[in-house]
C-alpha cells in the first residue's frame, strides 16, 4: 500500500523513450499521429480518451474524460450533449485545454484551442454510426443535470418503448453533437529518468508553427 499516514509513496522512473528536435516534424499533427497510432498499437485501453477542461464565466475550470473521434487537419473531435456542463461552458467561452495520458508509454500531449460545433451533417453521420443503446441514452439523458434513477429509468424506458413500436425514430437530438478543437498550442511530454523530461511546445506563428524547448 503506497498510502501511509497521509502520504503517498511511489517514485516510478520515466524510461520508455526519447523525444529529440530530430523527431519534430513542422506541425504538431504528424507527430500527434503518430503518438496516438503507438498508443493504439500498445494495446492500450481507450487510447483516444482525454480529460477536456472547460471554464465558466466565473474563470472556475473543470475537467472530465471524454473520447476523441476525429483528429484531422483541423484539430480534434469529440461528441457530446451541448447542454451538460461542459457544453454550456463552452458556449460561454470557447477557450479549452486537452489532456491525453499514455501513462504505458510515459507521453502527454496537452492542446490548448477553441471549441466550435461541428456541422449539423458530421454530428449526424457519427451519432448514427453509435451503438443503438448508446444513441438511447444520450438522448434521453440531461446530462449534468440533477436526476433521480427512476427519472432515468422512466426516460430510458419511455424512449425505448416508442423506438420499438415505430414511433420514435433514433435521428440525432438537437442538444447532442460534435465539437472541433483548433489547437493554438500543443505540448508533446516524454517521460525521462530523474525527472528530466524532453519537452516541446508547438505555438502558432504567422501562419506556421514555432517550437520550444522547455525546461522539465
Ligand atoms: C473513458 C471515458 C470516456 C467518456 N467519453 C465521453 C464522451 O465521449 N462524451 C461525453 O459526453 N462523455 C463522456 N464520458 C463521460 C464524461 O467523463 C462526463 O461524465 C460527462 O461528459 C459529463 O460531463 P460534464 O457534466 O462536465 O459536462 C466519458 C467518460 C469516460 C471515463
Ligand atoms: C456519457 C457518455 N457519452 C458519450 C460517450 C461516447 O460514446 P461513443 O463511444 O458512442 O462515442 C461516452 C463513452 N464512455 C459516455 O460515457
Redo the contacts with the bound molecule.
Sequence with gaps: MALENGKIYDQRDYDSGTLGESDLPASPRALFESWLSEAFDHGLR?PN?MVISTVDDRGIP?S????ARGADERGIV????YE????REIAQNPRVSLLFHWRELDRVVRIEGRAARVSEEESDAYFDSRHPLSRIGSTASP??SVITKDELAARITALTAGVESGEIELTRPAHWGGYLVVPDEVEFWQGRPSRLHDRFRYRRDAGSWRIDRLAP
Design positions: 481507450d480518451a473543470s472530465r474524460v471524454v473520447l469529440f461528441y457530446t450533449n451538460s456542463r461542459k457544453g446530462q449534468s
